[in-house]
């Protein structure tokens, strides 16, 4: 579970709920499944009018590793890597090839196989790194929707709001109608306020860093292969493989 985003969202909710109650308003005032279906439905439609149908599908994958995240195992991939370079350099890199067994990314077995089949370095390099832009092109859209559904979700909720004011003057003859409708019309305000900036734009922040951090770990999976190929000594090759650890904690830190 990833604690800074369940915390975040609680904190968010607890404080702005919590405000309100405080200043005598009811959690009641604010529950209203018209005006939810309306910011909910109507951004839901817009951004399928943006993107194509599975990268929507696949960016309402993604809602649930905001909250639920594993991280690669960066420690114990160096380890593996500077043991697969250990035998390579004892026993010839085609012994790795009993070792394919034990390697569950499927990039990083790919690599392995390509090494093992004789792959020259250069060009083992270039056909990971091909399939790794191809992969990043595509996974770089999943938050460009919730950045997407950001932006249209406020205005969605001033066409809720509205559509209630519409029917507010349907009732200018009796003013406690016409206060209570108000109230209810500028709920939809809120809800598209809420859905963008506590939701969907928090979530495609969160996206790219989880994105940054997959691409480094591939990169420094594609890095070690590239170096057992080349002959590098296991000592240096770990030393640099640590360089991409710190380049990944960095970006921890900023998130």
Known sequence: MDIASVAGIVLALLGILGGMMIEGGQLAQI??????????????????????????????????????????????????????????RKEGIVSLDTELAKVTDPFLKQAMMLAVDGTEPTELRKIMQLELDNKSEIEEKIPQVFESAGGFAPTVGIIGA????IQVMQ?????????????????????????????????????????????????????????????????????????????????????
């Not at 994958?61 to 995240?69: T, Y």
């Open 31 to 88: 529950t209203q499944p018209t005006a939810a279906m309306i910011v909910v439905g109507g951004t839901a439609g817009a951004v399928m009018l943006q993107f194509p149908l599975a990268i929507f599908l696949a960016a309402l994958k993604k809602v649930a590793s905001v909250f639920l995240h594993k991280g690669a195992d960066s420690q114990g991939l160096v380890k593996q890597l500077v043991d697969f370079a250990n035998k390579a």
């Open 162 to 165: 509205v559509l209630g004011l």
């Open 171 to 255: 009732h200018l003859d009796n003013i406690d109608e016409v206060g209570r409708g108000i109230a209810v019309a500028f709920v939809a305000t809120i809800y598209g306020v809420a859905l963008a900036n506590l939701i969907c734009l928090p979530a495609a922040g969160k996206l790219k860093i989880r994105h940054r951090e997959e691409t480094m770990i591939k990169e420094m999976m594609l890095e070690g292969v590239v170096s057992i190929l080349e002959g590098m000594n296991p000592r240096m090759m770990e030393t640099k493989l640590r360089t991409f650890l710190m380049e990944e904690g960095h970006a921890e830190q900023k998130a």
